[in-house]
């Protein structure tokens, strides 16, 4: 069974502060993705990272893949309120017909 | 774009009933997926179908649970009969071809079993 733990599990900080959540897992993945979910709604895809070592930027957002392709990070610069959510890791899994695995998630609250 | 329809929105059963939940991912969408999510965790992979066909049906409970994708467009999921700890949110999403490839996910319904 292929597993991806996040890290923390909660997280509540003030606004302006910056901070990093972790993804991590045993299992080699084809690609990662990263979802955000709000309360009462489906998870949204934020990045996709598919090589290696990999360093993709959103905004206030940087997403690393490791070298090993098993584990990955999220850096949130100046957090915002609006930030408040359920960030989810997701491994694709090799193959064809690759599944999407999701983490348990990291559940950030940013209070003004 | 219309995005991914799911109805009901909201759910609520007695343990031992039956329920079905229906699913219409975005036009053209070959794959599609459903998840459930108990509170506090992440989506679980129940079943995977590319159009028409089952790819990963692994950890969908077969015993009580059922799924189908009738000319590779809708999807329905059943569970017959549900049990207490079914109480979760269950979410479809569809991409254009495979894992790979962005996941879009419905609002999904919220399920109690009482």
């Known amino acids: 069974t292929q597993l991806l733990e996040q890290s923390p599990q909660f997280l509540s900080i003030q606004e302006g502060e910056n901070l990093t959540v972790y993804c991590n897992s045993s299992s080699v993945f084809s690609s990662l993705q990263w979802y955000r979910q709000e309360p009462g709604e489906g998870p949204v895809l934020l990045v996709t990272?598919?090589?290696?070592?990999e360093v993709k930027k959103l905004k206030r957002l940087t997403f690393q893949f490791g070298d090993a392709r098993k584990d990955s990070s999220l850096h949130i610069t100046a957090a915002q309120t609006g930030d408040t959510g359920l960030y989810l890791c997701?491994?694709?899994?090799?193959?064809?017909?690759?599944?999407?695995?999701f983490g348990k998630g990291t559940k950030l609250s940013v209070k003004p | 774009e219309a995005g991914v329809a799911q109805s009901p929105r909201y759910k609520i059963i007695e343990k031992r009933q039956s329920v079905a939940f229906w699913c219409n991912p975005i036009?053209?969408?070959?794959?599609l997926y459903w998840y459930q999510q108990i509170l506090g965790q992440g989506p679980k992979l129940l079943i995977q179908f590319q159009n028409n066909g089952v790819v990963d049906d692994s950890q969908l409970p077969k015993d009580r649970f059922s799924a189908e994708r009738l000319k590779g467009v809708d999807s329905t999921l059943k569970i017959q009969p549900a049990k207490l700890e079914d109480s979760a949110v269950y979410l479809c999403a569809s991409s254009l071809a495979g894992s790979g490839t962005e996941a879009f996910f419905g609002q999904g319904t919220r399920l109690t079993v009482v």
């Open positions: 036009s053209g969408h070959a794959t």
């Open positions: 997701a491994g694709v899994t090799w193959g064809s017909q690759g599944n999407l695995i």
């Open positions: 990272v598919v090589t290696g070592g």
